[in-house]
């Protein structure tokens, strides 16, 4: 049994404004200035990927975490101070501070510009809108599936 989805487009073409709005907020994020929190290092993980041949290097704070370099990963130690330099909404860490040292370090993971492919990728669904008939199922079911995903990534910038 074949279900249609196509019966679902102008729901579908509704509900695109989420994944738009997702990525126009990610690409604003370029713009607005950045945020600084201050918080204390709670935790640090290392982690090997032997099928990617992989080590990844991530840092737990009181109110937020991100995978650094090797570099950061080694710098800081758990208790220690920081001010974290974040992007508006994502709170994507761009730089951390060691309060007592006043010594900066640069998150050079690269991580931001896999959000501006999905940001990008986001976008997408907004071509919907320039279609005057009913999507294809097969268009409806790439959509929804978009539209998932920026559910999440809304949940990430309304925590």
Do not use: C
Request: proline share 2%; hydrophobic share 40%; no cysteine.
């Amino acid at each position: 049994m074949r279900i249609n989805f196509s019966k679902y487009s102008r729901q579908v073409k509704l509900l695109a404004i989420i994944p738009v709005v997702a990525g126009l907020l990610t690409f604003s994020e370029s713009f607005l200035p950045y945020k600084e929190i201050e918080t204390t290092v709670v935790s640090k993980n290392e982690s090997y990927r032997a099928k990617f041949d992989r080590t990844t290097y991530s840092i737990y704070f009181e109110n937020n975490n991100d995978q650094f370099t090797q570099e950061v990963f080694n710098a800081l130690k758990v208790g220690d101070n920081v001010i974290l330099t974040t992007s508006f909404f994502h709170e994507e860490t761009s730089k951390i501070t060691k309060v007592d040292t006043g010594k900066w370090y640069l998150n050079s993971t690269g991580e931001i510009y896999i959000q501006y492919v999905f940001a990008l990728v986001f976008l997408l669904p907004a071509l919907s809108w320039l279609k005057q008939r009913s999507l294809s199922s097969k268009q409806v079911k790439y959509i929804a599936i978009i539209i998932l995903f920026s559910l999440f990534d809304f949940y990430r910038i309304l925590k």
